[in-house]
């Protein structure tokens, strides 16, 4: 059973930054696209940074200049860095494989609050 864990989240003042990490259980991350996705308090779960196994990365317009996905294939992590943070950044952060594949169980998602 795959499972993803995701951590790094926290209460960060508007302008901030955070690190988050996403890692599994097993070496599953190699040769698979890996995505960053945010669910924000009473809406749906929206895509929010791809990279693929050969490192492409694209972002949702909200995030571009903003946010950097990474992976470090040898550690079976997945990076999100988050600069320049809004309130409109709040959100539970959830990594999986692209919507458009067989996605793996979701994990607990971590919180990140931008707040003054």
């Known amino acids: 059973q795959v499972q993803l864990v995701e951590s790094g989240g926290g209460l960060v003042q508007p302008g901030g930054s955070l690190r988050l990490s996403c890692a599994a259980s097993?070496?599953?991350?190699?040769?698979?696209?890996i995505c960053w996705y945010r669910q924000a308090p009473g809406k749906q779960r929206e895509w929010v940074a791809s990279?693929?196994?050969?490192?492409?990365?694209t972002y949702v317009s909200s995030v571009r200049g903003r946010f950097t996905i990474s992976r470090d294939n040898a550690k079976n992590t997945v990076y999100l860095q988050m600069n320049s943070l809004k309130p409109e950044d709040t959100a539970v952060y959830f990594c999986n494989k692209p919507a458009s594949a067989a996605m793996w169980p979701w994990g607990q998602g971590t919180q990140v609050t931008v707040s003054s």
């Open positions: 097993g070496s599953i991350f190699s040769g698979n696209a």
């Open positions: 990279i693929s196994s050969g490192g492409t990365t």
